[in-house]
């Protein structure tokens, strides 16, 4: 078990963005598959800035519109965890694809969730 003083640590970001998690729905409508987005998520994140490594690989396949968001982990988190192009989120009016959910350190602390703005 993890004592308080690091446990404080880890819990210390602050996370001040609303961010919305929306879920891809598929029906059938007159023959037709029509997609449709639900909400399925809303929570507090820390938006993030890519940078140096990470940030010149986003350049080079193009993710230039790329953000990174923490977020607090929870099991509605975890659950998303490898059917990302199920999901997207909507931060201050803006789409974005959700690409990679990762777990830092694999702690299951804090979540990172990478993702690129629809234009």
């Known amino acids: 078990m993890l004592d308080q003083k690091i446990l ?3 819990l210390q ?3 001040d963005q609303r ?3 929306k879920k ?3 029906e059938i409508k007159a023959g037709r598959e029509v997609v449709t987005w639900e909400n399925y998520y809303s929570c507090l994140s820390n938006p993030i800035e890519l940078y140096g490594a990470e940030l010149y690989n986003a350049i ?3 993710f230039n519109s790329t953000a990174v ?3 607090r982990y929870c099991k509605l988190i975890e659950a998303m965890r490898f059917k990302e192009k199920e999901f997207s989120l909507e931060f201050n009016g803006m789409i974005f694809n959700i690409y ?3 777990y830092l350190k ?4 804090v979540a990172t969730i990478k993702a690129k703005r629809v234009d």
């Open 106 to 109: 694999n702690d299951k602390f």
């Open 24 to 26: 891809r729905k598929v």
């Open 60 to 62: 080079n396949i193009k």
């Open 100 to 102: 990679q959910i990762d």
């Open 69 to 71: 968001f923490e977020v």
């Open 8 to 10: 404080k640590k880890r």
């Open 19 to 21: 961010i919305t998690i």
């Open 13 to 15: 970001r602050k996370f």
